[in-house]
T-cell receptor, first 113, second 115 residues
Framework: GDSVTQMEGPVTLSEEAFLTINCTYT??????LFWYVQYPGEGLQLLLK?????DKGSNKGFEATYRKETTSFHLEKGSVQVSDSAVYFC????????????FGTGTLLAVQP | GAVVSQHPSRVICKSGTSVKIECRSL??????MFWYRQFPKQSLMLMAT?????????EQGVEKDKFLINHASLTLSTLTVTSAHPEDSSFYIC???????????FGNGTRLTVT
């Protein structure tokens, strides 16, 4: 079945460092891809999404490009802040009737001042 | 924006008792709600998909008689953990969805501890 693999954390960075969190997927169809963020003690929030190949999702300085040839959707940010500390989840949504979201294992990001 | 309210946020119960968790979409109608369980290393596992007015569809390996899901209206779904045991202790999260390419909106989760 469909699956998502993302890099294990925790990822610890200093403020203003460059961030990359890798995400690759396996899918039989043409899924939509998402990044969700979970701040401590809160539920998941949609960070960005891309619905087809070569689409770039962006929000709050974060970006990810849907790469069909490498089945990847890596999350990047040029300069992280302490407030970005959270758990980041890569996910795909199966097409068709199910519309299920399949999540990766999550990556904890800790940004130090 | 769309808000999903999940209640309670924390619950502690004794082994053998049942616990009900509610998930409400406050300002939109959710044709579909999903229930997830979050494990200690942050992975989310989809437990079941519930559509308003019909039986929930459970993922493989999830006991439907243990995790009862009811989606009686377009704004409310409930998950009841029956005869809870310590291994059921986990973080349960619901999400709601209106269909098509609309995004999923998540509740803040329920931390269940079974003693």
């Amino acid at each position: 079945g469909d699956s998502v693999t993302q890099m294990e954390g925790p990822v610890t960075l200093s403020e203003e460092a460059f961030l990359t969190i890798n995400c690759t997927y396996t899918a039989t169809g043409y899924p939509s891809l998402f990044w969700y963020v979970q701040y401590p003690g809160e539920g998941l929030q949609l960070l960005l999404k891309a619905t087809k190949a070569d689409d770039k999702g962006s929000n709050k300085g974060f970006e990810a490009t849907y790469r069909k040839e490498t089945t990847s959707f890596h999350l990047e940010k040029g300069s992280v802040q302490v407030s970005d500390s959270a758990v980041y989840f890569c996910a795909l949504r199966e097409g068709g009737a199910t519309n299920k979201l399949i999540f990766g294992t999550g990556t904890l990001l800790a940004v130090q001042p | 924006g769309a808000v999903v309210s999940q209640h309670p946020s924390r619950v502690i119960c004794k082994s053998g008792t049942s616990v009900k968790i509610e998930c409400r979409s406050l300002d939109f109608q959710a044709t579909t709600m999903f229930w997830y369980r979050q494990f200690p290393k942050q992975s989310l596992m989809l437990m079941a998909t519930s559509n308003e007015g019909s039986k929930a569809t459970y993922e493989q390996g999830v006991e439907k008689d243990k995790f009862l899901i009811n989606h009686a209206s377009l704004t409310l779904s409930t998950l009841t953990v029956t005869s809870a045991h310590p291994e059921d202790s986990s973080f349960y999260i619901c999400s709601a969805y209106t269909g098509g390419e609309s995004p999923l909106h998540f509740g803040n989760g329920t931390r269940l501890t079974v003693t």
